[in-house]
């Protein structure tokens, strides 16, 4: 059985797609799923399903469009420095903390 690769990329990162259908688009990653190796990003990958309505929860039905799971290797995390996709890094801090930082600028990927 294959070990998954902890993913650099989390929740509510920003990130570019700089592959596929959606090629050039920016968003907010919404979701994503270390064991499949991929993530859901806000306006990328719109898919359009067909919805039952719920009246329990207050849904209607219909046809709605919603983000499916692109390959993480398809998006790439934008450095806030430049505004540009970069890889992203680990560095250790003095009190021994670990935290991403972008590998053009150097600067912290961390909110």
Do not use: C, W
Not at 17 to 45: F, Q
Not at 75 to 93: C, N
């Amino acid at each position: 059985m294959a070990t998954t690769k902890r993913p650099k990329i989390k929740k509510n990162d920003q990130v570019a797609v700089i592959a596929g259908r959606d090629k050039g688009k920016r968003g907010r990653v919404l979701e994503v799923s270390p064991a499949t190796g991929k993530v859901k990003v806000e306006g990328a990958g719109m898919i359009k399903r067909h919805q039952k309505a719920n009246p329990q929860s207050n849904r209607g039905g219909g046809i709605i469009e919603k983000e499916a799971f692109i390959n993480i290797s398809n998006v790439q995390l934008i450095d806030p420095q430049s505004g540009k996709p970069t890889r992203a890094r680990y560095k250790i801090e003095g009190d021994g903390t670990k935290i991403r930082v972008a590998s053009g600028s150097g600067h912290s990927l961390e909110k």
